[in-house]
């Protein structure tokens, strides 16, 4: 199946700074979601973003399906961006969103 | 416009017992996947379901678990005769036509074998 590899497994930030997140696939996608996990468990969808560049607020992500990578922005980071970050796939039709291992993000005051 | 619900958000159950996990979709949505996440690990697919049809269930272990999505009410995964490996947090996502549209989780269930 698709391997999807995120980077860098663990990153610690100091409250204002700025960072980037990986995430490389191994096939073509139709389909390809950040997700950020809260402390809580809770887990909420970033972006939806097979392809191209979205902005939202502080975050953003460009995804070059060609070259098999996602990248997700965060800006002056917070102390609620703490949590974990996933990046998920989707090979082809009607099949299953696959996760990568996710990148957890510490933001110090 | 409610989200996705799970319930309950915690379950305790003892060796042996039958775990049952309930799933109501986003308004709209007919389309139902079921994740499972251990400790420090990210999210296992289970299975992928609509109404009364399972489209596919290879991530589903072979015995003891089961899911559905009837056409009136919620999905249940249901898993007989639980094992402490079965302690986990479940997700339920739903999404309104296919796995290529956004996906959006509900809260999780965390059960417990004891």
């Known amino acids: 199946g698709i391997q999807v590899e995120q980077s860098p497994p663990d990153l610690i930030l100091q409250e204002g700074a700025n960072s980037t997140l990986r995430c490389n696939f191994s096939?073509?996608?139709?389909?390809l979601q950040w997700f950020h996990q809260n402390p809580w468990g809770q887990l909420i969808n970033l972006f939806y973003?097979?392809?191209g560049t979205k902005q939202n607020g502080r975050l953003s992500a460009t995804t070059v399906a060609t070259e098999r990578y996602s990248l997700l922005y965060i800006s002056s980071s917070q102390t609620t961006d703490s949590g974990v970050y996933f990046c998920?796939?989707?090979?082809?039709?009607?099949?299953?969103?696959?996760f990568g291992k996710g990148i957890t993000l510490s933001v110090r005051p | 416009n409610a989200g996705v619900m799970q319930n309950p958000r915690h379950l305790v159950r003892r060796r042996g017992q039958e775990a049952r996990l309930r799933c109501s979709p986003m308004?709209?949505?007919?389309?139902v996947y079921w994740y499972r996440q251990l400790p420090e690990e990210g999210l296992k697919f289970m299975v992928y379901?609509?109404?009364?049809?399972?489209?596919?269930e290879s991530g589903m272990p072979k015995e003891r678990f089961s899911a559905e999505f009837p056409k009136e009410g919620p999905s249940i995964l249901r898993i007989q005769q639980v094992v402490r490996g079965d302690s986990a947090a479940y997700f339920c996502?739903?999404?309104?036509?296919?796995?290529?549209?956004?996906?959006?989780f509900g809260s999780g269930t965390q059960l417990s074998v004891l």
């Open positions: 996502a739903s999404s309104p036509r296919d796995s290529n549209e956004k996906l959006f």
């Open positions: 096939d073509s996608v139709n389909n």
């Open positions: 973003i097979p392809s």
């Open positions: 998920a796939v989707v090979p082809g039709a009607n099949s299953k969103l696959t």
């Open positions: 308004k709209g949505h007919s389309h």
């Open positions: 379901l609509q109404k009364e049809n399972i489209i596919d």
